[in-house]
């Protein structure tokens, strides 16, 4: 298994710092949030560290399905930047978000939404195979407004554009996927964390109610060959989720 651990749970350190953490408990893997606070990334310190990388870009004031056309591109340029961050470190794959419908956008122009989402995800993704760099779509919680919480719908969408999701394991449970449902050829990527199914919680691996072994199993039988990376709320859980790991696989 490649494992990595997502600089999320320490978003608010130094990059350095949440690097420094990732390669001292011995994961191999670490993927940038390539947002603030963490915007400008100094390439030629990544070298330092003994990792490979992923990079998941910008969602917190991004939305490639934003009806506003303006609001549109500019999250579409921002998105391009983390793939040529990626590019430009030899990332593994780059995670993006699929946009958002806000209340009005969701109440009158929900098919509209759509289109632009798949769209921006066409655009980026002929932007990744430029570049070679593998730009993967991630299903969303089950929360008002995200896009694309239908795992069938969105792998239905890459499979007819040649791309690749991250499945995130959390968000699928959230929106009531059992194991056997979650599994699907175009998985390239993976975010790994646990809930109760009730809430998007990012909790340590073993501290929610999803059987992690079973989904890791059934991907493992698919022969699934990318990164399984922790996404969890601190560092503490990070350390707890690789233990889990290494206790269960």
Do not use: C, W
């Not at 990732?22 to 030629?44: C, K, M, R, S, W």
């Not at 934003?66 to 591109?73: E, F, G």
């Not at 980026?124 to 008002?144: A, S």
């Not at 791309?163 to 968000?171: K, V």
């Amino acid at each position: 298994m490649k494992i990595g651990a997502s600089t999320l749970a320490g978003i608010t350190d130094r990059l350095e710092d949440n690097l420094e953490f990732i390669e001292n408990l011995g994961l191999d893997y670490a993927e940038i949030v390539h947002q603030f606070p963490h915007e400008e990334v100094d390439t030629d310190s990544l070298q330092s560290y003994d990792l490979k990388y992923s990079v998941h870009s910008p969602f917190m004031d991004v939305n490639i399905a934003a009806v506003q056309k303006k609001s549109r591109i500019n999250s579409i340029n921002q998105i391009k930047e983390s793939i040529d961050l990626a590019n430009e470190i030899n990332a593994e794959a780059v995670v993006v978000h699929p946009g958002l419908a806000p209340f009005l956008a969701n109440k009158y122009f929900l098919n509209r939404v759509y289109e632009f989402a798949n769209e921006s995800i066409k655009e980026l993704g002929e932007y990744g195979d430029d570049l070679g760099v593998l730009t993967t779509i991630e299903n969303m919680p089950t929360f008002d407004g995200m896009i694309y919480q239908n795992l069938n719908d969105l792998n239905e969408l890459l499979v007819s554009l040649d791309m690749s999701m991250t499945l995130d394991i959390g968000h699928a449970n959230h929106a009531g996927y059992a194991p056997d449902g979650m599994i699907f050829d175009s998985i390239k990527h993976i975010h790994m964390h646990d809930n109760f199914g009730d809430d998007d919680a990012h909790l340590a691996f073993g501290e929610g109610s999803i059987d992690l072994k079973s989904i890791v199993n059934k991907l493992e039988e698919k022969n699934y060959d990318g990164i399984y990376i922790i996404e969890v709320n601190d560092h503490d859980s990070i350390k707890k989720s690789y233990e889990y790991i290494k206790r269960n696989f």
